[in-house]
């Protein structure tokens, strides 16, 4: 399966007869496109989180503004070239892309994808606007939230049907894009004037909510159920673990930004209920991503695309807090703190990212 690592070791031979420069791992430039996977897309989902977390942050910073669009425009540059990337796998070598779809793992990212687009349409929104107006913003947000909603709910219906069998955390990987969908529906129904229209808008992104926390409930009893009884997943996906958190950040976040939308008492009141005992499930699921964690890396994890999960979960952990923060002001100070955490682990992706990308190392399978 080609989450190909950038850590592992060479031997002294190997180092002297590799050559320099860009892609000096490949035999060829043209392997770049050869086995290029669709979970790619979570570097976009990582990278857009960082920019969309920032936003929402109860701070006040023209530097953190700042740090947060260039980082969205960094995420929205991706996200364009790594489309016409895939678009150039799945057009030179469809067999390749034909059995990565198939592949009981590795076809579970596609949920990569629509999430992708979502994130960096929140982001045009919430940051985008300063540079390209309030319409054009919308525009572009409204149709990558089309898109993206369309090819989630895609996802949903079809590839968990496949991967029955399967008790691995990425297996909500195609389950939480509808969730995606409800908290940046929340985002845009706020420049939707109150009306029939807007109502029926947040009907809809509450559908989105319960499809995609009714699935991802029956996943996340599973996963944990493995977990209870000891099975892991392996060293190299332990990862993984962590996209347990993106459920649990994401709904937190839309089931409060959608009531606050409604201005419904009750709604709001769900919402804090269900974002208070969301959270506690989350606190014990961070726990133990992290003791998994450190045991991996004392095992030999090495660098993976599988370290992204680090990133765009704790995002919607950080969005999740501070949503809440509108009602328990002492949880900003966790919201930054999460941040903050964030910022380094993305950090360390990114420049693991980087660095496998200018060797091709990345490229190449496992």
Known sequence: MPLADDG????????????????????????????????????????????NAAATLPLHSPILHSFATVVWGVAATALVALTIAFTAHWILHVDNARGYVAHPVIGLFYGAIPMALLTVGSGTIL??????????????AGTLWTIGTLAGIATVLW???????????????PVVPPMVSATGGAILAQHIPSGTVRTAFLALCYALFALSLTLGARI???????LVHRRTPPV?????????????????????????????????DVGVLYGVAAGAFGIVMFA??????VTAARSGLRFSMTWWSFTFPVGTCVTGATALGATFGALNI???????????????VAWGTVRGTVSGRIFLPA
């Open 127 to 140: 940051l985008g606007k300063d540079l390209l107006g309030i319409t054009a913003a919308l525009w572009i």
């Open 236 to 268: 190299q996906a332990i990862p993984t673990i962590w996209i347990t958190l993106g459920l649990v950040g994401q709904s937190v976040t839309a089931a409060n930004l959608l009531a606050a939308d409604a201005g419904s008492d009750w709604l709001h």
């Open 334 to 348: 966790v919201a930054v703190g999460l941040y903050a955490l964030l910022v380094t682990a993305w950090a360390i």
């Open 288 to 293: 133990v991503a992290t003791c998994l964690t």
């Open 220 to 226: 996340m009893v599973t996963v944990c159920g493995e």
């Open 159 to 173: 590839i968990p049907v496949r991967a029955r069998g399967h008790r691995l955390p990425a297996l909500l990987m």
């Open 8 to 51: 592992g070791t060479m031997t002294a031979a190997v180092l002297a007869d590799a050559p320099l420069g860009l892609f000096r791992d490949l035999d060829r430039p043209g392997r770049v496109l050869e086995h290029l996977t669709p979970n790619w897309f979570a570097s976009i989902m990582g990278t857009g989180i960082v920019a």
